[in-house]
Nanobody, 113 residues
């Protein structure tokens, strides 16, 4: 059974930085693409960043140049480095393995207005 556990969310000031982590309990982690999503209060969940098994990365327009996704296959972990945070970045951040339709429980990021 695949499990994803996110961590690293906090309350931060605008302009601050955070690094989120998502660790997977699964085999063949290196064979899968992984995504970070976020959901703000009253809004739909949206894709923030994606990293392929070949380490190709894609980002939502709103985070380009500020957020960076990476992975460490030896640790079954992906990361989301978030810089120059803005109040609009507030939300619960989830990681997912889209091919397996598995989601973590999320970690809360709050950027003060």
């Amino acid at each position: 059974q695949v499990q994803l556990v996110e961590s690293g969310g906090e309350l931060v000031q605008p302009g601050g930085s955070l690094r989120l982590s998502c660790t997977a309990s699964m085999t063949f982690f290196n064979r899968y693409n992984l995504d970070w999503y976020r959901q703000a209060p009253g809004k739909q969940r949206e894709l923030v960043a994606r990293i392929s098994r070949e380490f190709t990365t894609t980002y939502a327009d709103s985070v380009i140049g500020r957020f960076f996704i990476s992975r460490d296959n030896a640790k079954n972990t992906i990361y989301l480095q978030m810089n120059n945070l803005k109040p609009d970045d507030t939300g619960r951040y989830y990681c997912t393995v889209p091919a397996l339709s598995v989601w973590g429980q999320g970690t809360q990021v709050t950027v003060l207005a």
